[in-house]
């Protein structure tokens, strides 16, 4: 039985379902529980390009030949169950379940990933993988907050349909099915049964058992033979002491009633806690660890070195500035951040990517490891004599993304354009919307300070990127970042120690002590080191007000249309210093900082009237400005976008 598979490369050449298969080919099954990684073929079909790529040949179109009745693959359905037993859609390739902005983003993955699957030569290899591919696959992972709430029926009557965000906090407990594991090494088969059962017990019995398994292993004698495991129920037999034992004497007696601090007569794990000093009353109450012991450490301990800065302190890794200098060395490192950010980023096309990174007035930086292989790197085009540098690619290896690699880059990045460069202060970029969160941990704000007649002509637009800057400190080595934080923290600690009292230990209230009668009240206010409670405080309602669904929808589409890449002119009003006659025009003027205000006090009792405010912002801009400007040409932009938001929204409330 033969099944079809599309070999184009190009978006626009594919429907839905031969997109739905690309996916499904490097998406894991949702229903298999981890044990099918992606799309295979069974084994009883043989799985063909389909003409569309077969056709293409250099001798023009052979159909005009003819050709044998069984060869021709022509109406070959294409590929739709997997060897596991599902279907396309049940490997996370549901066009229905998925937006349609993550259903295009996976396509392009899946595209990118069947390009290097047919570089090597295996196109068809259902079963091929290298370190690139299994790279890659990672993207197709699939984003919870994009899954719709609709839930398919599952055929195996053993697995219960889970909830669409997750079985562990919404659904109850279901019981795990278990298959039993097939072992080829010597150990019996009782040995099976045993971590089986072990994986239902609770964490303290399963350590109790281990040891005690030490303990019977180490005195029983080696068996002779291969046995199985015994499920009966297991007998004591009582033992009597023999009639020739004599009594105990009164000092037996009194040895034996010895209470011994723990259990069954082994000494009890738990430390007694010493008595504190002053001294380390007064950290522990700012915060710091304290230590008893003699050995105690002079200050709070030491944070873990990441493996990026080992690595770099022994050499195995270096960072290197890198140009298009016609050098041998500079192109085997271009060529290699080439290829990587091909390989990371996607959704960028292939051609763009080399052409920047091989551009003469693009730099680079560039993590080689054990010789010239790059495993992250910075692509950035600087402009001195505007006073800043835009960055054009940023990526890492996703295999050396937890050492610490991103971090440890734009430190040296930044170091770098301090000493080159040392009038340019700003950088600005465009981030993914997957890669915001990063930028802002290194110091990336969506707040542009920079005036835009600085570099608005100056870097590309990008569709669908969050645009932030960055300002660098004259002050700050970012080299020696970590011991800076620390000084600064521990100067806030100090101050902490002079200013808090929360140190001082004041003794037990004595209506309370024993002997002393019951029934005794004492007022809050004649308790020793009591900090000024008060009844009311106990009965103010201090929680905001409830609110509803609909105000966070709207401050999602809200925030939505502040982070568009065109809205920097509805962001704040407009000033009147700036353009006089402004008012003169527009009677009734909104923004979106004002409709924040308005949406943070609830001003808006319904949704219409935000969407009215919204309109206004537009019709306002479109007013006042003419056609051919940039803001009348963004207004209509952003328009269309919140008004694609809108209605998005109300067909997935149906």
Known sequence: ???????????????????????????????????????????????????????????????????????????????????????????????FELEPAEFARRTRVAIRLDELLHDAGKLLDFHYSDEDIVSLRRQMRIPVSLVSPRIRTVSSPEQQPSSPVSSILSDPPQPSNKRRRISISSLSDADDDDDDDEEDRPLAARMALKTSTRTEKSTRPPASKRSGKSRGKATHKAHTAPASLLPPSETEKAQMHVVVNGVNGHVNGVKVEDVMDQSQLSRLAAGVTVDTGANAPAGPPGRTEKIAVTEMRRGVIQITPVQNDSQPRSFVILAGLKTLFQKQLPNMPREYIARLVFDSNSRGLAIIKRGYKVVGGICFRPFPHRGFAEIVFFATASADQEKGYGGMLMDHFKAHIKSAYPGMMHFLTYADNYAVGYFEKQGFSRDITLDRSVWAAYIKDYEGGTIMQCTMLNKVDYLDKPNILAQQQEAVMTKIRQMSKSHIVYPGLPQFQPGEPEGVTVDPKDVPGESGWTLKMAVEDVRPAPRNADTYYLEHILKELQEHPQAWAFLQPVKAEEVPDYYDVITNPMDFSTMEHKLETNQYSSIEDFVVDAQLVFDNCKTYNPEHTIYHRNAIKVEKFWKDQLLQEFKRDG
Do not use: W
């Not at 839905?16 to 073929?41: E, N």
């Not at 179109?61 to 359905?77: F, I, V």
């Open 1 to 95: 039985m033969k099944a079809a598979y599309p070999a184009s490369d190009q978006l626009s050449q594919l429907n839905c379902t031969q997109r739905a298969l690309k996916i499904a080919r490097h998406s894991p099954c949702v229903i298999c529980d981890g044990s099918c990684s992606a799309l295979r073929p069974p084994l009883d079909v043989d799985v063909v390009l389909d003409q569309q790529f077969t056709n293409e040949s250099s001798l023009g179109d052979l159909g005009q030949y003819g050709s044998d009745a069984d060869d021709d693959d022509s109406d070959l359905p294409y590929l739709q169950t997997c060897a596991c037993g599902h279907d396309v859609r049940d490997h996370n390739a549901d066009e």
